[in-house]
């Protein structure tokens, strides 16, 4: 096969609930993902050996999460095929989108039809969740409810609006700094419970990523003015969205917004899945 080309799609928890604490320390989460037309694209080429460059955006340091899933996969599978992947980075880094783990998990997928290897869904979930507790999500259907450390799915039977307009600060918010701020805090834990048809979006980490990043309020109260159908905030942060009836209304939005408020902004609209094919 001469290559895979394959979108790796950003995601919103449009939901994010923390309802326990696991003996290691690992908060157990009840959380509503969505996945959204905003998308990194991987190229994957037969090669010898595994490597990847990668353009764009700038990638956060350390191990990139497409190579691991690579290896990961090559080893358990024992293949001796090889890939080159050119990862073209498009989803912020650090804004609580999900852009590593959806490239793990396209990655994952792009291989499995790359290299032949024939496996089931599952299987494919199952690595995955070696690489990230998001990892499963992007693999399968959105939207989707996530439970555990995210580990756990289920489909979710909910009324998704037409597009959402996201600002992504020019600051992160790091989620180990984020959980320490949130248990400091004493909030009491959530009763997990599925809500279904119309969602009200609600994130049990925004008084901590505020804590941490005060200037997320002055942003949340711009977005709120937009006259949108709710406001909310992604994974531990720093990624803030607004939900409107359709692109139109969101790319209106987003022309008012330009130069108003500090970060980028992307209108984005709900997708299936995590990940697609090219070609």
Not at 26 to 46: N, R
Not at 96 to 107: E, F, R, V
Not at 260 to 269: L, S
């Amino acid at each position: 096969m001469a290559g895979v080309r394959v979108l790796a799609y950003a995601k919103l928890n449009l939901v994010l609930k923390v309802v326990g604490r696991r003996e290691d320390g690992y908060h157990l989460l009840q959380t509503l993902m969505c996945a959204v037309d905003l998308a990194d694209e991987l190229h994957l080429s037969e090669a010898d050996g595994i490597s990847l460059t990668a353009e764009g955006l700038e990638i956060p340091p350390g191990e990139n999460l497409a190579l691991r899933a690579a290896r990961l996969l090559a080893e358990r599978t024992g293949t001796g095929k090889g890939v080159h992947i050119r990862l073209i980075k498009r989803i912020p880094a650090g804004a609580g989108l999900g852009g590593g783990s959806s490239d793990a998990a396209a990655t994952l997928a792009g291989l499995d039809r790359l290299w032949g290897l024939g496996l089931s869904p599952g299987e494919l979930r199952e690595l995955g969740a070696e690489l990230g507790a998001d990892v499963p999500f992007f693999l399968g259907e959105s939207p989707a409810w996530a439970e555990g450390i995210g580990e756990r799915l289920s489909p979710a039977r909910v009324d998704l609006p037409g597009a959402f307009l996201i600002l992504v600060p020019p600051f992160r918010c790091p989620t180990p700094e984020v959980y320490r701020l949130y248990d400091g805090l004493g909030l009491p834990l959530s009763c997990p419970s599925r809500a279904e048809g119309g969602v009200r979006f609600e994130n049990d980490l925004w008084p901590a990523a505020l804590k941490l990043r005060p200037r997320l309020g002055e942003m949340w109260r711009a977005l709120e003015g937009l006259g949108g159908l709710g406001v909310g905030m992604t994974g531990s942060g720093s990624g803030l969205f607004v939900a409107f009836p359709d692109p139109e209304a969101a790319q209106g939005a987003a022309e008012s917004l330009s130069g108003e408020v500090e970060g980028t902004i992307f209108v984005a609209r709900p997708v299936g899945r995590g990940y697609k094919f090219l070609g």
